[in-house]
């Protein structure tokens, strides 16, 4: 067979690889060598994020991709489950919660949502709202300098809430677990389509990396993907039901690996699999909103 030429890996939008003799000394692409052990290139691949964010601080990164600033090797992630589910989950608000049923549900949905309900009574199960933005669940936190904005933020949306009418694009409702484990409803709207009749698989991929970073962020201050990897073995039917079953396998080196399972709400067919890692960043509090 003769050999494939693959593309270069990407991280946060930024390529990896370029060509010999073209990478600058200290940038990314020299850090990261692909013969280095995995504990070396964990550390390189740190060292590679301030090395970038130096820059970008500096404005030498000028057009280029976002990296995190200053990542800390030796940060604490101190905060406990409790405490960010509490930021996570606003009791008193008045945005609107997607996370509530609706007339489009179907009643395989309806079924599953009101029995993990049922759950979040006595086994620990915690129903997770979903508002238009992410920024409204780190309220009173700091994003990274190199990742904050000053642009208009009324009209910004997640993209898994991008679509505005109940039914026609992403409808799901996701249930974490302290012992970092979440279960997401999904049932995606005609708006979602691929193949005719059939949800298109990118729309499975956004909603499985929403309820890792969700799960990621819970389970231990996960906040970028860095990998994600998917197996599709089943087409997903618009407006049927997908149940996406989540674990956290390990917390390690300051990133967080997940595993999901797709599959349909008898449990006969297996949607797809798939499997992340994220990276850990603890988030300053805002002093600027006290």
Same mark, same amino acid.
């Given at each position: 067979m003769p050999k494939q030429h693959l593309p270069p890996p990407q991280v946060l939008g930024g390529t990896l690889d370029q060509p010999q003799g073209a990478a600058e000394k200290g940038s990314l692409a020299s850090l990261l060598q692909p013969c280095q052990p995995q504990s070396q290139r964990s550390a390189t691949i740190r060292r590679g994020f301030q090395v970038a964010a130096r820059r970008g601080h500096h404005g030498a990164l000028a057009g280029g991709p976002y990296i995190l600033p200053r990542f800390s090797p030796a940060s $604490?992630?101190?905060?406990? %489950?409790?405490s960010l589910v509490s930021r996570f989950c606003q009791e008193k608000t008045d945005l609107k919660n997607y996370t509530l049923p609706n007339a489009s549900w179907c009643p395989d949905m309806l079924n599953l949502y009101h029995e993990f309900l049922e759950k979040t009574?006595?086994?620990?199960w915690i129903r997770l709202p979903s508002f238009k933005s992410?920024?409204?669940?780190?309220?009173?936190?700091?994003?990274?300098?190199?990742?904050?904005?000053?642009?208009?933020?009324?009209?910004?949306?997640?993209?898994?809430?991008?679509i505005k009418m109940e039914g026609?694009?992403?409808?799901?409702?996701?249930?974490?677990?302290?012992?970092?484990?979440?279960?997401?409803?999904?049932?995606?709207?005609p708006s979602l389509e691929g193949p005719p009749r059939f949800a298109h698989g990118g729309?499975?991929? $956004?909603?499985?990396?929403? %309820?890792?970073?969700?799960?990621?962020?819970?389970?231990?201050?996960?906040?970028f993907t860095l990998n994600l990897s998917i197996r599709f073995k089943n087409?997903?039917?618009v407006g049927s039901l997908a149940v996406l079953n989540v674990d956290v396998e390990k917390i390690e080196d300051q990133k967080l690996y997940i595993s999901c399972v797709a599959q349909s709400a008898d449990r006969q067919t297996v949607y797809a699999k798939a499997s992340?890692?994220?990276?850990?960043l603890q988030l300053e509090e805002d002093s600027s909103q006290y």
């Open positions: $604490a992630f101190g905060s406990s %489950t409790d009574k006595a086994d620990g992410n920024r409204n669940h780190i309220q009173g936190l700091k994003l990274p300098l190199a990742l904050t904005v000053t642009s208009d933020k009324s009209d910004c949306r997640i993209f898994t809430r991008c026609q694009g992403y409808e799901y409702g996701i249930f974490f677990h302290p012992s970092k484990k979440s279960v997401c409803l999904f049932q995606p709207g729309s499975l991929a $956004a909603m499985i990396d929403e %309820t890792f970073s969700e799960t990621a962020y819970l389970a231990g201050e996960g906040l087409l997903i039917r992340g890692t994220f990276l850990q």
